[in-house]
């Protein structure tokens, strides 16, 4: 018998002599979050994180904030399913990721922006949830442009992480979105744009 059958021996004797006992560990997590106006509170966090907020009535008045804030890029990267009507105001160049291809690295990369949708919003920690489902697109077209627009409806904002995980589907490949990308070294210098967009709009539709 070399050293490590004999070691690992002995430890399955120790084990056999005194199995573990199955004591229960107390989890006070909570369940919900109390939040009496969570697009106030998002916006709050949202401004906190430095991200820039956006404000519309409804969905007819959605067309020209877009415009408005997508007025400076020529070149715009959106999924294959956003509407049409919401691009009625720009006036650059439209590139639609999956026709008649998915876009490259190259191609995300030179755009000067990317617009979707969200899979939900969380008002108490100012984040924004991506799942790859309707209006959002794969997860590299908001990861490579270095600025990303996203609108948010109110009826889509959730007050807090508990309403959020049961409402999300781990199945699915989420991304977490809080604030733009920043990273700080030992000397607390702060650098955006390292890990994902430089620049995060927040275009809040409704109350």
Known sequence: MDARTEI???IRAALAAHPASAAPVPRGYRRSVECPDPVTLLTDRLREYRATVHHCRDE???PAVLGSVLAGSPTLVVPGDLPERWLARYRGRVRRDGDPAPLSVADLDAASAVLTGCALAIAETGTIVLDAGPLQGRRALTLVPDHHV????AGRIVPGVPEAIAALSPAR???WISGPSATSDIELDRVEGVHGPRRLDVVLVGR
């Open 173 to 175: 490949p989420l991304t």
């Open 150 to 153: 996203c609108v948010v409806r």
């Open 8 to 10: 690992l021996a002995r």
């Open 60 to 62: 007819e008045e959605l």
